[in-house]
């Protein structure tokens, strides 16, 4: 396990972007999977973006065209860019992490599209960063 840090969350209006960072106390050895989760007061836990030692990447259909996900191996951080916010996109982003064998994760879209989104295949995770969207 690592540890994850997150920021860069914050209280933006419709149509703003954000950009989140999560900094790993270090970089996972043989392949890894990590990325982006939300959470929501009685609707747990959803995938939001995810990558891979490999920078294969994949999103969650309602944030598809509007986030990126990124990583800079260089400094052990992972980002997610936020671009046209809605309301429907408030909650607490989770930083999380796995590690995987290389090509397992991307491997994993053969079961189904969010396979790779689901939570319970990292075992690190950050304290979390909230963000609110709001008039």
């Known amino acids: 396990q690592v540890r994850l840090v997150e920021s860069g969350g914050g209280a933006v209006q419709p149509g703003d972007s954000l950009k989140l960072s999560c900094v790993s106390s270090?970089?996972?050895?043989?392949?890894?999977?990590m990325g982006w989760f939300r959470e929501v007061p009685g609707k747990g836990r959803m995938g939001i973006a995810v990558i891979d030692d490999d920078d294969w990447a994949t999103y969650a259909d309602s944030v598809e065209d509007r986030f990126t996900v990124s990583q800079d191996n260089a400094k052990n951080t992972l980002y997610l860019q936020m671009k046209n916010l809605g309301p429907e996109d408030s909650g607490i982003y989770y930083c999380?992490?796995?590690?995987?064998?290389?090509?397992?994760?991307?491997?994993?879209?053969?079961?189904?599209?969010?396979?790779?989104?689901?939570?319970?295949?990292?075992?690190?995770w950050g304290q979390g960063t909230q963000v609110s969207v709001s008039d």
């Open positions: 999380g992490a796995a590690s995987l064998a290389p090509g397992r994760l991307r491997s994993m879209v053969d079961l189904s599209k969010r396979c790779p989104l689901v939570g319970r295949w990292y075992d690190s």
């Open positions: 270090r970089r996972i050895e043989g392949g890894h999977g």
